[in-house]
T-cell receptor, first 115, second 113 residues
Framework: NAGVMQNPRHLVRRRGQEARLRCSPM?????VYWYRQLPEEGLKFMVY????????ESGMPKERFSAEFPKEGPSILRIQQVVRGDSAAYFC?????????????FGPGTRLTVL | DQQVKQNSPSLSVQEGRISILNCDYTNSMFDYFLWYKKYPAEGPTFLIS?????DKNEDGRFTVFLNKSAKHLSLHIVPSQPGDSAVYFCAAPGGTSYGKLTFGQGTILTVHP
C-alpha cells in the first residue's frame, strides 16, 4: 500500500523559470492538500483540492501559483516565474472522504531551490 | 496571526525519562487536534489526535492531554527513546475549511542515550 508520492524530490530552478511539483495521493484518497515549509518555520497551508475542484485556496499567493487535481493523474502545484523567496519544501498530503477528523497523510516533500 | 503556537523551539531529555511537548491555540472554534512527528528530509507522520470532547487520549507511549479552558494541549512521551528525536508539530483543522490544517512552529526533541 504505497503512501503519498511526490516528485521530484529535489528541484532546482533559476529565477523566472517555471516549477511543476507533482503529487499522487494514497490509493483510495480523493482529497489532496499542499503545504509549504519555509526554512525555520512550520508548515503553512496553501490549497485543498478534490478531483477537478478547488475547495479552499485561502493560503495560495495571489499571483504565479496555481494548483490542479485532474480526474486522471496526479495533482500539480505550478509556480510560474519563480523567485528566490519561493525556495522551500513543498509537502502534499491526502485524506479519504470517510475520514471524520481529516487525518492527513503526507508525502516526503519536494525541496525547491531557486538560484 | 499565529493561531497555533509551540513556544518551545527545542527540548532535550534523557533516554527513559518523560518528554512533554506543549502547544497553545487561540481559536476557540478548533475542535480537534493532531500531533505529527517529522524527521529531516521526510514528510510529517501522523502520531496521535484528540477530539475536544475528550481531555486525554493514549496510544502506547504517547498521551495527549487537552485543557480546553486554557486552550492548551500537551504531548507526553514515556519512556522517551533516542528514536523519538525529531521535530514535533501540533495542528488543528478548521478556519476557511476543515481541510486546512494550521500547524504550530514545531519543537525539536532530542533524546540522549
Amino acid at each position: 500500500n504505497a503512501g503519498v508520492m511526490q516528485n521530484p524530490r529535489h528541484l532546482v530552478r533559476r529565477r523566472g523559470q517555471e516549477a511543476r511539483l507533482r503529487c499522487s495521493p494514497m490509493k483510495g484518497h480523493s482529497h489532496v492538500y499542499w503545504y509549504r515549509q519555509l526554512p525555520e518555520e512550520g508548515l503553512k497551508f496553501m490549497v485543498y483540492l478534490q478531483k477537478e475542484n478547488i475547495i479552499d485556496e485561502s493560503g495560495m499567493p495571489k499571483e504565479r501559483f496555481s494548483a490542479e487535481f485532474p480526474k486522471e493523474g496526479p495533482s500539480i502545484l505550478r509556480i510560474q516565474q519563480v523567485v528566490r523567496g519561493d525556495s522551500a519544501a513543498y509537502f502534499c498530503a491526502s485524506s479519504s472522504a470517510e475520514s471524520s477528523y481529516n487525518e492527513q497523510f503526507f508525502g516526503p516533500g519536494t525541496r525547491l531551490t531557486v538560484l | 496571526d499565529q493561531q497555533v503556537k509551540q513556544n518551545s523551539p527545542s527540548l532535550s531529555v534523557q533516554e527513559g525519562r518523560i518528554s512533554i511537548l506543549n502547544c497553545d491555540y487561540t481559536n476557540s472554534m478548533f475542535d480537534y487536534f493532531l500531533w505529527y512527528k517529522k524527521y529531516p528530509a521526510e514528510g510529517p507522520t501522523f502520531l496521535i489526535s484528540i477530539s475536544s470532547i475528550k481531555d486525554k487520549n493514549e496510544d502506547g507511549r504517547f498521551t495527549v492531554f487537552l485543557n480546553k479552558s486554557a486552550k492548551h494541549l500537551s504531548l507526553h512521551i514515556v519512556p522517551s527513546q533516542p528514536g523519538d528525536s525529531a521535530v514535533y508539530f501540533c495542528a488543528a483543522p478548521g478556519g476557511t475549511s476543515y481541510g486546512k490544517l494550521t500547524f504550530g512552529q514545531g519543537t525539536i526533541l532530542t533524546v540522549h542515550p
